[in-house]
């Protein structure tokens, strides 16, 4: 059993954050998903569309989701990767590097985002309407 862990947003839920998170379950048997808090996504300097109970459920409904969990701090990835038994750390390319220092508990994965599309630019179109 191998499984793959991933953190994110996923506000405005879209087609990238969805290649995504397949992409990811593609690489193991497993896939568990922390999801940011609305109060850490304030510590991130973002503000959510979606509060944190529909973003989680709309991920958790997800056929390539077995599992969401809170994510409330940048420092907890070790101890959600312990717990889950994770093998696999992934996470979208725009973050290359970024969490290369958990190479020594896992692997360390960074995938190809989805080319124009982003939560920021719905927010944009949204605006504008
Ligand atoms: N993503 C993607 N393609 C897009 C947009 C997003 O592949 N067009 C990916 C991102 O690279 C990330 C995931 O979808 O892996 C979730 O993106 P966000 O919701 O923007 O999450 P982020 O703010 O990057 O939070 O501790 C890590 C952070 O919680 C990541």
Known sequence: MTTVITYGTFDLFH?????????LRDLGDRLVVGVSTDEFNASKGKSAVMPY???????RSLRYVDDVFPESSWDQ??????????????IGEDWVGKFDDLGD??????????????TTDLKQVLQSM
């Open 77 to 90: 990835k070790r101890a959600d990767i312990a717990r889950e038994g994770a093998d696999i750390f992934a």
């Open 105 to 118: 508990v896992c692997d360390v994965v960074y995938v190809p985002r989805t080319r124009d599309i982003s």
């Open 53 to 59: 109970g529909h973003r989680a459920e709309i991920v």
């Open 15 to 23: 087609v990238g954050h969805v290649n995504l998170l397949r992409r």
